[in-house]
Structure formats: structure tokens, C-alpha cells
């Protein structure tokens, strides 16, 4: 904890933001392996809440790491505190009113548990992108389970590196059962279910 510095709380207040845009702050929490589809999902579903006037924002992993957190490598210290920092920055978007939806593999639950446990309870959703090791493999868009499998790419999650599947998410999607579409129009009405968005 940094010493000698203080929470200063605006005027203006979350719940003030909230009534302004129409809807409440969240983070929607989304893990799962490299090729999931966690980012297609989440940018899908980011393009459907926007075009319905919903202040929604995308943070993804691979861009985050190729600027806030592009000191970080992959060793699990790093992972950690690559999480620590998204987590920080999610909340800071929420506590503005907006709906955030982050892409990242997250793949250890103490840390997706230290971002739940800096917001209320009602504002996250962990969404479980649940798709199998060879799922993934096959439709691996950049190659890199294959270079972790050739001994390329050390400590890749699912190959050389573990991956913590949770334990209670609130919404889990089964991409590697479903289209595309499909994923998108069950994460869309499962956020609707638990009142994040109408």
C-alpha cells in the first residue's frame, strides 16, 4: 500500500454518472484460454451495447500490454501484476459509469479474486469462456500454441503454464459449443438476467 496518499471521492458520484448515462458501472470479468474468443466476444458484444447507447468500453489484453503494461513479461509474478493493474483501471472506468468488459486469460483465480474483492459485490461479473485445450489449438489464430508446444514460447497458459479454471463464475459461456453469434446473444442476455444492462 503507498504511504501518504489519499482517496480524494469527486462531486460528482458514481451513482450520479449512473442516472446520467442510463445504466449502471460494472466490469465484465472475462477469462478463459489464448483463443477462446474472449476478445471476439467482447468486442461483439461492446459493438451491440454501444449501438444501443450504452457507455461501454473494451480493455484487451493484448492491447493493454502493448502500452500500460508493456514492462510486463509472463512470469507469474508478472501475470499478477499485469491483473493487479487492468483490475485498478477497470474499477476506475466503472466508478465512471461505464460498462467495462475486459479480455484477458487471468489464469490464476487469487488474482481475478483481488479484482472482485475492490468491487461491490453487484458491479462484477466473471464470465467463463469455456473452451478445451484442443479447441483452442485448432482454431488458434496467431500460432501460439503451437510455438509453446515446439518449445518456443515459454510458460503458455494451457501448454506450460497452468490455468485455474474459476470456481464460481457468474456466467460461463461455452464457446467451443457455440457459434459465434450464439456466445454473443447468451452473454448479452445473461448480463440482462443479472441487471447489468436492460
Request: net charge negative; glycine share 8%; hydrophobic share 35%.
Amino acid at each position: 500500500m503507498t504511504k501518504n496518499v489519499t482517496w480524494h471521492d469527486g462531486f460528482v458520484s458514481k451513482e450520479m454518472r449512473e442516472e446520467r448515462n442510463g445504466h449502471k458501472g460494472a466490469i465484465v470479468w472475462l477469462t478463459g484460454l489464448s483463443a477462446s474468443g474472449k476478445s471476439t466476444l467482447a468486442r461483439k458484444v461492446e459493438e451491440i451495447l454501444f449501438q444501443h447507447g450504452l457507455h461501454v468500453y473494451v480493455l484487451d489484453g493484448d492491447n493493454v500490454r502493448m502500452g500500460l503494461n508493456s514492462n510486463l513479461g509472463f512470469s507469474p509474478e508478472d501475470r499478477e501484476e499485469n491483473i493487479r493493474r487492468v483490475g485498478e483501471v477497470a474499477k476506475l472506468f466503472a466508478d465512471a459509469g461505464n460498462i467495462v468488459i475486459t479480455a484477458f486469460i487471468s489464469p490464476y483465480r487469487d488474482d481475478r479474486q483481488k479484482v472482485r474483492a475492490i468491487m461491490n459485490e453487484d458491479d462484477f461479473v466473471e464470465g467463463f469462456i469455456k473452451c478445451s485445450v484442443e479447441k483452442c489449438i485448432e482454431r488458434d489464430p496467431k500460432g501460439l500454441y503451437q510455438k509453446a508446444i515446439d518449445g518456443a514460447i515459454p510458460e503458455f497458459t494451457g501448454i506450460s503454464a497452468p490455468y485455474e479454471e474459476p470456481e464460481n463464475a457468474e456466467i460461463i459461456v461455452p464457446t467451443d459449443e457455440q457459434t459465434v453469434e450464439e456466445s454473443v446473444e447468451f452473454l448479452i442476455d445473461e448480463l440482462k438476467r443479472m441487471k447489468i444492462i436492460e
